[in-house]
């Protein structure tokens, strides 16, 4: 049965069998309110008593008044006052129970405009969360039986990570490393004949962290521009990998530029660079352009570390 509390309206589901006599006193968990809730099979029984009491009534107003004056002498004793049992105080259910009996019934018990609210909610919940998990199941059989959509899958999904990555932590950045603190000096180039393929310009210089931060992978690109100011060619390099004269002779140009490729530096430690610090760099240009006018080096990356 539903019963609802007198004072705040709250609806809770309560099983009636745990009811005797004429009903019991209940507390409700929310409001802390105790109020008799009357047994409703008792109360069935009792409108039936009284329609029986009725009827009695009405057949005895048709006896004489001298019958009456003399039966008012006597007290009137009815037979169902003979019978009555003894007065039991009906239980007492605590807000213990009644707390139980709404924790079990919590999404089947409050109702909203005749309707279970929170019942709903939680069916159209369980139908997003099964329709999801049938979504993802079918992604990963798509991606085992077709690779290729697999792996753009994978990639579109590690992109979506990255980015609520991104965005849940944009409040909790460090300030970010300017690469304008990070400055290029004593920029010199020159030019060598190497035995495999041909000749070769040298760029070097040093970078110079002028920044409060350690940054770390310090990227140089350098540039050669024609009498147009367009770029002909252009090569990177991570800063700490040098080479010396006989190497710059003998190495093939693939084995040049990997050398050059290491981040953490080869001769000079690139992972760690202190405020103030500085770090050698080397750009190699094997292939020059005859129209080479200007050559141009900048930074284009480097990472700060974290205390």
């Not at 965005?167 to 690469?179: A, F, G, I, V």
């Not at 530096?265 to 760099?281: K, L, M």
Request: charged share 30%; aromatic share 6%.
């Amino acid at each position: 049965m539903i019963i609802q509390c007198e004072q705040c309206g709250t609806n809770y589901r309560f099983d009636e069998t745990l009811m005797d006599g004429d009903g019991a006193w209940v507390r409700c968990s929310r409001c802390q309110n105790v109020f008799f809730q009357a047994n409703p099979e008792k109360g069935s029984s009792l409108n039936k008593i009284n329609r029986e009491d009725r009827s009695e009534k009405d057949i005895s107003e048709g006896h004489n008044a001298t019958q009456a004056e003399i039966e008012h002498d006597e007290p009137a004793v009815s037979e169902d006052m003979r019978t009555a049992k003894p007065y039991e105080a009906p239980k007492y259910f605590d807000d213990m129970e009644m707390e139980e009996e709404e924790e079990e019934d919590a999404y089947e018990v409050e109702l909203y405009g005749g309707k279970d609210k929170r019942k709903i909610g939680v069916k159209i919940a369980k139908s997003v969360g099964y329709a999801f998990l049938s979504l993802i199941i079918l992604i990963f059989l798509a991606a085992l039986i077709f690779p290729q959509i697999g792996n753009k899958v994978f990639s579109l999904v590690s992109y979506t990570q990255q980015y609520i990555h991104n965005m849940t932590s944009r409040h909790d950045k460090p300030e970010q490393l300017n690469l304008s603190q990070v400055q290029i000096e004593n920029v010199k180039q020159r030019q060598m004949k190497n035995l495999l393929v041909g000749n070769i310009r040298i760029i070097e210089g040093v970078v110079i962290n002028k920044s409060k931060f350690h940054i770390s992978n310090i990227k140089v690109k350098s540039e050669l521009l024609n009498d147009k100011g367009l770029v002909t060619a252009q090569e990177e390099s991570y800063c700490g990998n040098l080479l010396t004269d006989e190497e710059l002779t003998i190495k093939t140009e693939d084995e040049m530029r990997k050398a050059l490729s290491d981040p953490l530096g080869s001769d000079v430690p690139n992972e760690r660079v202190a405020p103030g610090g500085q770090i050698p760099f080397m750009i190699i240009f094997t292939r020059e352009p005859p129209d080479t006018a200007k050559t141009t080096v900048t930074i284009t990356g480097a990472e700060r570390l974290l205390p």
